[in-house]
């Protein structure tokens, strides 16, 4: 199967700052199929980018995918209160489908 | 739009058999997505379990394929999530979500939480 990692596992930052999110891929990833989903305490994952840069429905501009093959990029642009949170990668090229152990973004 | 809601029991004894259900609301379960099963444990993160199209065909994660079984029914409009053998392991917040296949795993449910212990 193929393994994602994360990094790093936690990014300390202030609002209005930028974020840049890393997750590699053990082996190339199918058309690009890598999503990102956004996950706060006790709440389901939230879509975010699906193949690696297409934003979801609702999603604000300041959060933008980039990268292809094994190594993908999460970028939020200006941090804001509410994007303090947990972000997980996750590819849908091969089955099983997998996720990344998450990047956790607080405030420092 | 589309919401989902998971339910079954919240405690499950060692051995036993897990049983969820995930109801679909404000869409048909007969629309051309499919419908997955994702879970969440301290130890193990997010892992996805399986998917399920409405016509009855599936993909397994194949480290649960043996003990898995999906199932939809389209005239409750909802999909079910059966797992036999259970261990400790097993204990996590099981979800229930849309599989948009190209565009990802959009609408999800709350997630119940499963733990499994005599």
């Known amino acids: 199967e193929i393994v994602l990692t994360q990094s790093p596992g936690t990014l300390s930052l202030s609002p209005g700052e930028r974020a840049t999110l890393s997750c590699r891929a053990s082996?190339?990833?199918?058309?690009?199929?890598l999503a990102w989903y956004q996950q706060k305490p006790g709440q389901p994952p939230r879509l975010l980018i699906y193949?690696?840069?297409t934003r979801a429905t609702g999603i604000p501009d300041r959060f933008s995918g980039s990268g292809s093959g094994t190594d993908f990029t999460l970028s939020i642009s200006r941090l804001e209160p509410e994007d303090f949170a947990v972000y997980y990668c996750?590819?849908?090229?091969?089955?099983?489908?997998?996720f990344g152990h998450g990047t956790k973004v607080e405030v420092k | 739009q589309v919401q989902l809601q998971e339910s079954g029991p919240g405690l499950v004894k060692p051995s036993g058999t897990l049983s969820l259900t995930c109801a679909v609301s404000?869409?048909?379960?007969?629309?051309?997505?499919?419908w997955s099963w994702v879970r969440q444990s301290p130890g193990k993160g997010l892992e996805w379990i399986g998917d399920i199209y409405h016509s009855g065909s599936t993909i397994y994660n194949p480290s649960l394929q043996s003990r898995l079984t999906i199932s939809v029914d389209k005239a409750k409009n909802q999909f079910s999530l059966t797992l036999n053998s259970v261990t400790a392991a097993d204990t996590a917040v099981y979800y229930c979500?849309?599989?948009?296949?190209?565009?990802?795993?959009?609408?999800w449910g709350q997630g119940t939480t499963v733990t499994v212990s005599s």
């Open positions: 404000g869409g048909s379960i007969s629309s051309n997505n499919w």
């Open positions: 193949v690696a840069s």
């Open positions: 996750q590819q849908y090229g091969r089955s099983p489908w997998t």
């Open positions: 082996q190339s990833i199918a058309s690009s199929r």
């Open positions: 979500a849309r599989d948009w296949g190209e565009n990802g795993m959009d609408v």
